[in-house]
C-alpha cells in the first residue's frame, strides 16, 4: 500500500523530494517495498494542486519550473482549479504524512508549526527539514504526535541528509552523551577557509553568495542564527535538555580578526564556528561561537561547505560524522529517510 503525501512548500527542497521519488521509485519498491503517492501540493507562491489517485510528479515539475516567476503555475495542472491554502491541504488532503518544507522562522517557528500540529490533528505523520517547529515547540508537538500515534521525524533540520540525529537516536541507543560539539553552517565555514588563505571577510562572503552558498540577506548564517536553532535541536533530542533558545550563548563570525585567522595555521590552530552543548554537573549548557582548534581536533579538517559533528558518548567514545550539510540533493534525501523510516513502522 502506497504511503500518500501532501507537499507543503514547494521550493527547491519539495522539488528535492519530489525529484527523487521520480528517480528512484522502481529502485524504492524493489528494496523497501515503498511506494509514495503525493496526493497535494502547496506552496505560498506556485499555488496548489491535488489529485487523490496521486499527482503526475513529472508534470507539477515542469509547470514550477516553466512557471518561473509567475505565481501560481500550479493552477493550470487540471481544469479543476484547487484553490486550498496550506491547512486546507493538509485537512482536505487525505494524506498519510504530511511533508513540510516551508521557510524556516526561527522565531515564531510559522506557519511550520501550525501546519505540524493541523497534520496531527488530521491523523497524518509529519516529515520536516523546517528548524522553526522543531526548536520552538518540539516538546509540545511530539507528545501531540504521540498521542495520536503518529510520527515527527526531521533528521534534515540538523545536517541535511547526513544522518546525525538517528545516528544518536538510534544508532546510539543506549549511550549518553557528554558533549556534542559540530560545523553545522556551511556558508561560515567557507567563509572562515577562504579568509586562512588570506581573503578578507567582506571578499568571502562575495564569493559566497555568488557560489549560493550564502543568501542575499546572510545574516542567519554569519551571526550564528542558523547554528543556534540547530543546537537547540541537539540539546533537546539528543541530550534531553529541555532548553530554549534563548538560553543559547550566541556569537557570530563578523566580529573575528581576518589577520588572526589567517596566522592561525602556523599556531596549530583553525578557526571554526562551532556548536556545542555540553553536560556538566547534571547541567546541560549550549553556545554558539568562534573557536580556534587544535589542527589534530577531527573537527578543524572539514573544510568549505561540509559539515561535521562529534559527539562525545560512554559507551564508544567520541564519534565524528562528516558529510553535506545543504543542498537540494541532500536534504530531499534526509525527507526521504524519514519517509522509509515511517513505512518501516508501520
Known amino acids: 500500500m502506497s504511503q500518500?503525501?501532501?507537499?507543503?512548500?514547494f521550493g527547491t527542497v519539495g522539488r528535492g523530494l519530489a525529484e527523487i521519488l521520480r528517480e528512484k521509485r522502481e529502485l524504492?519498491?524493489?528494496?523497501?517495498?515503498?511506494?509514495?503517492?503525493?496526493v497535494a501540493v502547496s506552496d505560498v507562491y506556485h499555488g496548489s494542486?491535488?489529485?487523490?489517485?496521486?499527482?503526475?510528479?513529472?508534470?507539477?515539475?515542469?509547470?514550477?519550473?516553466?512557471?518561473?516567476?509567475?505565481?501560481?503555475?500550479?493552477?493550470?495542472y487540471s481544469e479543476q482549479v484547487c484553490e486550498w491554502d496550506s491547512l486546507e491541504t493538509i485537512r482536505n488532503s487525505g494524506a498519510d504524512t504530511v511533508v513540510e518544507v516551508t521557510v524556516t522562522n526561527i522565531d515564531t517557528g510559522e506557519p511550520a508549526v501550525s501546519h505540524c500540529r493541523a497534520a496531527f490533528e488530521a491523523g497524518a505523520h509529519v516529515v520536516?527539514?523546517?528548524?522553526?517547529?522543531?526548536?520552538?515547540?518540539?516538546?509540545?508537538?511530539?507528545?501531540l504526535a504521540e498521542s495520536r500515534g503518529l510520527q515527527f521525524r526531521f533528521e534534515g533540520t540538523v545536517m541535511s541528509g547526513t544522518p546525525v540525529l538517528s545516528t544518536a537516536t538510534e544508532a546510539l541507543a543506549g549511550c549518553e552523551f557528554a558533549r556534542v560539539?559540530?560545523?553545522?553552517?556551511?556558508?561560515t565555514n567557507y567563509i572562515l577557509?577562504?579568509?586562512?588563505?588570506?581573503?578578507?571577510?567582506?571578499?568571502?562572503?562575495?564569493?559566497?553568495?555568488?557560489?549560493?552558498?550564502?543568501?542575499?540577506?546572510?545574516?542567519?548564517?554569519v551571526e550564528g542564527f542558523d547554528v543556534l536553532a540547530k543546537v537547540v535541536i541537539l540539546a533537546n533530542v539528543v541530550?534531553?535538555?529541555?532548553?530554549?533558545?534563548?538560553?543559547?550563548?550566541?556569537?557570530?563570525?563578523?566580529?573575528?580578526?581576518?589577520?588572526a585567522v589567517a596566522a592561525a595555521p602556523a599556531l596549530g590552530q583553525r578557526w571554526k564556528l562551532i556548536g556545542q552543548v555540553e553536560r556538566n554537573d547534571g547541567r546541560i549548557t549550549a553556545s554558539v561561537g568562534p573557536v580556534a582548534l587544535a589542527l589534530d581536533d577531527p573537527l578543524a579538517s572539514v573544510g568549505g561547505v561540509?559539515?561535521?559533528?562529534?559527539?562525545?558518548?560512554?559507551?564508544?567514545?567520541?564519534?565524528?560524522?562528516?558529510?553535506?550539510?545543504?543542498?537540494?540533493e541532500a536534504t530531499g534525501l534526509s525527507l526521504l529517510s524519514d519517509l522509509v523510516a515511517i513505512h518501516r513502522a508501520g
Not at 181 to 187: A, H, S, V
Not at 306 to 328: S, Y
Open 193 to 221: 577557509s577562504e579568509m586562512e588563505q588570506g581573503r578578507p571577510y567582506d571578499e568571502a562572503l562575495v564569493t559566497a553568495k555568488e557560489l549560493g552558498y550564502a543568501e542575499a540577506d546572510p545574516t542567519a548564517d
Open 49 to 76: 494542486c491535488f489529485n487523490a489517485d496521486g499527482l503526475d510528479l513529472d508534470r507539477v515539475l515542469e509547470l514550477v519550473d516553466n512557471g518561473g516567476a509567475d505565481p501560481g503555475s500550479l493552477a493550470a
Open 4 to 9: 500518500k503525501l501532501a507537499l507543503i512548500g
Open 239 to 259: 541530550m534531553g535538555a529541555g532548553i530554549g533558545v534563548e538560553e543559547v550563548s550566541r556569537e557570530g563570525i563578523t566580529g573575528l580578526d581576518a589577520e
Open 306 to 328: 561540509t559539515n561535521a559533528v562529534t559527539m562525545e558518548t560512554d559507551l564508544v567514545g567520541p564519534v565524528t560524522i562528516v558529510g553535506a550539510g545543504a543542498g537540494k
Open 128 to 143: 520536516t527539514t523546517n528548524k522553526g517547529p522543531v526548536a520552538l515547540a518540539w516538546r509540545d508537538l511530539k507528545d
Open 181 to 187: 560539539r559540530g560545523i553545522l553552517n556551511g556558508t
Open 28 to 38: 524504492l519498491l524493489a528494496e523497501f517495498g515503498f511506494e509514495a503517492r503525493v
